[in-house]
């Protein structure tokens, strides 16, 4: 609003056009997110998203797990947010963590009730 130098309140109600399109739809903390044209997005959070790799993929215990870069580029997101997704799995025990180099591994094959 200051980059452009307009009001809350003009800001708002141009977000609240913006959602009537179907262009944009409000996310929790007052923010606002832009909705890609085309398919439904999945708004699970990544870490999710990443364990049901686990399942689909049909990955047993001790298989090696895909990249940090691999998986930016499957999701469409950063690196540093896929990261940090990673570290979430392997506190929760699904991924075995490894050193800078070494590949990750699947700890634990998650069900359905540990991933909702």
């Known amino acids: ?17 913006l959602q009537r399109d ?4 409000p996310v929790p ?3 606002w997110r832009v909705v890609r044209p085309g398919g439904r997005a999945d708004r ?23 990249s940090a870069s691999v998986l930016a580029a499957r999701f469409d ?10 570290e979430r799995l392997e506190a929760a025990g699904v991924l075995a963590g490894a050193g800078q180099g070494k590949v ?8 359905r009730e540990e991933r909702s």
């Open 1 to 17: 609003m200051r980059d452009y130098k307009v009001s809350r309140g003009v800001a708002l109600r141009a977000f609240n056009v």
């Open 44 to 66: 699970r959070p990544l870490e999710e998203r990443i364990a049901d790799i686990i399942t689909s993929e049909g990955l047993k215990v001790g298989a090696a797990f895909p």
């Open 22 to 25: 179907g262009v944009a739809e």
């Open 29 to 31: 903390g007052g923010r």
């Open 77 to 86: 997101v950063s690196r540093p947010t896929v990261t940090k997704a990673l």
């Open 104 to 111: 990750r591994t699947v700890r634990a094959v998650p069900t």
